[in-house]
């Protein structure tokens, strides 16, 4: 052996031996307590499921030298187990008592228990309800109706019709807040919607304080058009409501109403910001209502402009919240309808239109309010908007040209093609010759169903030579 090499002397194969023990002793308690995962348990789990009991006494024996810890249970379908189960029931129980923290206790022990498990869409979707449910009692208890508009604008389920109560609740923030315009289309989204005809009578019952008699007509008729074996009983409920306000059936003058309901638009335009100059109203503006808010004073106003006039919507509604005075909230109303909350929006725009802030602000307003309606569908009481409001030019062909947009698309979506056509030449006309491809689709195809088969072939023409398309060919194809 070369002199440089040494051999380890008894002190150092000492020390050696004892790391090597050291580092050995580790692994073998790992492997003792270590259990076997989802994929080691494979094999064993096809066995139990295909009844091979002599694979499965062998592959149990094979686990057992491999996981010296693991004892396999007494019911070895229980391994067949891989996800919870009862686990599941209890943490929807937690749910229904409103007990979000003991919920989220039993995930966390659920996931422990099974790694592989990830909570399920719909009971996260439940989670996020109950936490809402909880922030929007905590709004109605302190009469804080901007939180309860946004949380409403961020969570829709809390308005269902199983959850009328929050409707109920809602329509009475915004009463108590001056706003009943927004109160009545509250009403009237569940008159519209909801089929529990003691809800209806209910809420037409409720929506008496704030309702003009032709608003109350106007929810009885919606109803009745909707349950029509049911016409004597909401007769006889606008009969008491009227008597009560020493008034009788007859002697109001409905606003005008159509009979097609509100269908979804298939364009969507962006709320204008500013507008020329007022026009001198051609009627007299009613006297500003009563708010809880004054004309002006809340001193984040110029941050909210800025703010707005950037297109910096989520910072203008963040420095907007719970508005002091109706001039932010009438620029909160632009923010938050430029962030699809249109609700919240038309609340706001409601108090602005009525609020005292000058003839451009009310009309421009009155603006949103008619935009906003036509974000809900609710294109008829967009048109009644549009019908009382001294808009500009510019306005009225925007508002015009989105109710036309609707009504085209649901009286196809009705197989009234014939008057589909109407409201899409119309629209086209409006908009000085042009209207967008999948309009013109839809109208060619409700020409082809009408039995005008040249006249569709033409509009399918001209679309394929403009840009041909899987569409625009097999429209053309449908016409030979």
Known sequence: MPAHLKTPTHALRSVLLAGLVAVTLPLSALAQDATPSNEDLRALRFYIEQNQTAAVTAEVSRLQKAFPGWTPPSDLKQLLVTGPTTEIANIYARLSR???????????QTKEKYPSWTVPSDLQAQ???????????????GRDVASALELVSDTPALLRCDRINNTWNLALLQE???????????????????????????????????TTPQQL?????????????????????????????????GTTTSATKTTTPAPRSTTTSAAPRTAPVARAPSTPRPAPVQTSLPRSGDNRLSRTRADAKTGSWAACAA??????????????AWCVYNLDRPLEALSYFSM??????????????????????????????????????????????????????????????????????????ALQKLKGGAITRDLALMRGYAMLNMGK?????????RLNNELSTAETRAALAATY
């Open 217 to 249: 007509e106007g929810l009885v008729d919606a109803a009745k058009a909707r349950f029509v074996t049911q016409s004597a009983t909401f007769d006889a409920l606008e009969q008491r409501l009227l008597a009560g306000r020493g008034l009788t059936q």
């Open 98 to 108: 409103n007990d979000i923290t003991g919920a989220q206790a039993l995930i966390a």
């Open 352 to 425: 602005a239109a009525q609020g005292g802030l000058g003839s451009t602000v009310a009309r421009d307003a009155r603006f949103g309010m008619a935009l906003a309606l036509l974000k809900r569908e609710m294109t008829d009481d967009a048109s009644r908007v549009a019908a009382s409001s001294d808009f500009t030019m510019d306005q009225r062909r925007e508002i015009e040209g989105q109710i036309l947009n609707q009504r085209g698309v649901r009286a196809y979506n009705t197989r009234q093609y014939a008057k589909s056509v109407q409201y899409f030449d």
């Open 127 to 141: 989670i996020k309800l109950t936490q809402a449910q909880k922030s929007f009692d905590a709004a109605v208890a």
């Open 319 to 332: 420095d907007s919240a719970n508005p002091r005075s109706l001039d932010i909230a009438y620029e909160r």
């Open 176 to 210: 108590q807040a001056g706003n009943k315009s927004g109160a009545y289309l509250t009403y009237q989204q569940i008159v519209a919607t909801c089929n529990g005809i003691p809800d209806l009578v209910a809420t037409i019952e409720k929506s008496d304080a704030v």
């Open 453 to 461: 088969r040249e006249e569709a072939r033409t509009e399918f023409e």
